[in-house]
């Protein structure tokens, strides 16, 4: 049976979710002749209405699912003032309407804003979202008609620009980091105009070095053309310090064991554990290895996830 390990950057169009795209892939990997039971995951849930870049894992790779959730994300998204919604978008149910004082509210005043909401922020999540509340998530709590009081959670906001205003509307291009809800942030400025907000596009165009410029639509892959669109696992940790490793010490990682490395000078330690930081092992090809765990102690690197299968006989 065929294998395969690697990464596809599917556009998603609006209407479909996540989990119908990863669907789509292994449905399309199981005509090209692999095994139905092979992994697929994607790195970053987008809702329905949202469209763009979704990361989709395969194989050994969907192990790196969460690194790649780790990196800094791009969107664009559009909201309307004077509206507020029970999902903070335009598909949940209009809580209050109100009109819009257009000599308070302007271009200079969501301006004036923005500092507020970039770098290290607290933020709501939206009360229909994925969050695990008592074990449940949020949402399927508040479809039930269970009042949901979701704790504020640090994000972090890179870069937030006003690209559009014109009146009930405003737009925004947004990088941020893990975890971090637009709907909310758009909300969150509505609040803070005092004429609410909620979203009514959001299109996500990066996710660390994946970009949607190099994506495929869903309806675009067949069994025929999908492996052409599949990038190897190192596209999934290329912003990760690396090093080369010799040909005997990629079979001792294959064993489990640790190597000897030099000091690799652009290698940061972890916050949590100063002796440690993450380091991406490559071969002569620069192909994936392993993800290594680098001791600054004594200059060694022992693998944590391994990616090639081990020289046969």
Known sequence: MKTISGLISINKP??????????????????????????????GTLDPLATGLVVICVGRSTRLVQMIQEQ?????????????????????????ESELDTEKISRQAILDLLPDFTGDIEQVPPKFSAIHVDGKRAYKLARQGHDVELEPRPVQIYRLELTGF???EF?????CGSGTYIRS??????????????????????IGAF??????????????????FVEPPIAAVSHLPSVEITEPQKERIYDGRTVEVDTVAELKRDSANGDTARLILVDNNQ??????????????????????DPPRD
Do not use: W
């Not at 507020?84 to 978008?89: A, H, L």
């Not at 400025?189 to 990066?206: H, Q, V, Y």
């Not at 410029?213 to 892959?221: E, G």
């Open 171 to 175: 737009k925004l291009q947004i990088e």
């Open 211 to 228: 970009f949607l410029t190099n994506s495929v639509a869903p309806d675009q892959l067949t069994p025929e053309n999908i492996e052409s």
């Open 185 to 206: 942030l758009g909300r969150d400025i509505g609040e803070r105009l005092g004429c609410g907000a909620t979203m009514n596009s959001l299109n996500r165009s990066a």
């Open 287 to 308: 192909q994936l290895v392993a993800v290594s765990t680098y001791r600054f102690a004594d200059c060694t690197a022992k693998p944590a996830m391994v990616f090639h």
């Open 166 to 168: 014109e009146l009930p």
């Open 14 to 43: 609006e209407g479909m979710t996540s989990r119908q795209t990863v669907t789509r892939v292994k449905n399309i990997l199981r005509k090209a002749g692999y095994s139905r039971q092979i992994k697929v995951g994607h790195c």
């Open 72 to 96: 800094p994300k791009s969107y664009v998204g559009t909201f309307q003032l004077g509206l507020v919604t029970s999902t903070d978008d335009c598909t949940g149910e209009v809580l209050a």
